[in-house]
């Protein structure tokens, strides 16, 4: 199982070779294994645990474990009221100038592939790293196996009685053991659902399985990608309109602050106006294959100007 941990830690780039990792830790079998494993594979392992009060005694009793046993920072978080989400990125705001490590495993992955799929139509999982220094060295390790890991080692973990009470519990209580009596193979075969998908960054697999008939998102880096239908493209972001703008063959220039240039979007129209920029392109007989790629310039939502087709006064153009 560490030769696995390593490979999948290596394939993905998570964690430097020897290099410092603070381990999330909350007394679990999943994160015990974490810890140690990680120690075993030579990385400089530390620890942290979030204590957000939900369970009186039961949460200090967690927290003095993590301590006494993992060496284990703990940081006092009020939790109370909060989503399982909005506890989730309450942990994830500690110790973010550190490269932190959470145990998250396969059976996980699966949870939140149902989850995802119910709740969202896509069947999207937990990307291996996150934007934000959280990385996820065990998700090629299924939950039994860091109990057996922790067993096999001697080591003693927590379990958290309040799991049942969570969405998460939910799934895992009762819908994944009808789905495994439909077929015993059933949480490997939801977990291939990401194989298409696995070299994909999440916001685009989220695109491209949203059930929404018109959708884009922001992939960074200045780059949208959009989906309408059956018809997928990637276009610049929005620009701001300083000095001279190029976008594509096109060069803009304005001394009017606030402007921007980017592409077409269904339903734009014209400031100030009814007419529809799309009924603009068919009246000046733009084919459709090149719409996605025209530059339009806008302040806020309303499109103030179409480059070649539609001036602006406070707005200059050529085309090469």
């Known amino acids: 199982m560490l030769e696995r941990i390593e490979t999948f ?36 392992v530390s620890a942290l ?33 909060l989503t399982e989400a909005e506890l989730r990125e ?56 860091t109990k057996a890991y922790c067993e096999a080692e001697g080591l003693p973990f927590r379990v958290d009685s309040s799991n049942a009470d969570t969405k998460r ?33 999440p916001p685009l697999a989220e695109l491209l399985t949203s059930p929404a008939g018109s959708r884009r998102v922001d992939l960074g880096g200045g780059l949208m990608a959009v989906r309408e239908y059956d018809r997928l493209w990637l276009e610049p972001g929005p620009v701001e309109l300083k000095g001279e703008v190029r976008w594509g063959a096109w060069r803009i220039r304005s001394r009017t602050e606030g402007l921007k240039v980017r592409g077409w979007r269904a339903g734009d129209r014209l ?3 009814s007419k529809k920029i799309q009924d603009v392109f068919v009246d000046a007989k733009i084919p459709r294959s090149e719409r996605e790629a025209w530059p339009l310039v806008v302040r806020g939502d309303e499109v103030v100007a179409v480059p070649g087709i539609v001036d602006h006064p406070d707005v200059e153009y050529e085309r090469d």
Do not use: M
Not at 55 to 60: A, I, N, Q
């Open 9 to 44: 830690i290596r394939a993905h780039d998570l964690i430097d070779s020897g290099g410092e990792v603070c381990c999330l830790v909350s007394g679990g079998a999943d994160s015990t294994c974490l810890w140690h494993a990680l120690g075993a594979l030579g990385y400089r």
């Open 49 to 81: 645990h979030v204590n957000h009060k939900l369970r009186g005694v039961e949460s200090d009793v967690d927290a003095r474990f993590c301590a006494d046993i993992l060496g284990a920072e703990v940081v006092e978080l009020d939790g109370r009221g």
């Open 90 to 145: 309450q942990r994830y705001s500690v110790a973010r100038d550190q490269l932190r490590a959470t145990g998250h495993t396969a059976s996980d992955q699966v949870e939140t592939i149902l989850y995802r799929l119910v709740s969202r139509g896509s069947a999207t999982g937990i990307a291996p790293s996150r934007p934000d220094g959280v990385v996820h060295p065990l998700l090629d390790v299924w939950r039994k196996e």
């Open 169 to 201: 519990g939910l799934i895992r209580d009762e819908i994944l053991p009808l789905l495994r009596r439909l077929h015993p193979q059933a949480d490997a075969n939801i977990l291939r659902a990401l194989d298409l998908r696995e070299t994909l960054p």
């Open 271 to 273: 400031a100030g106006r």
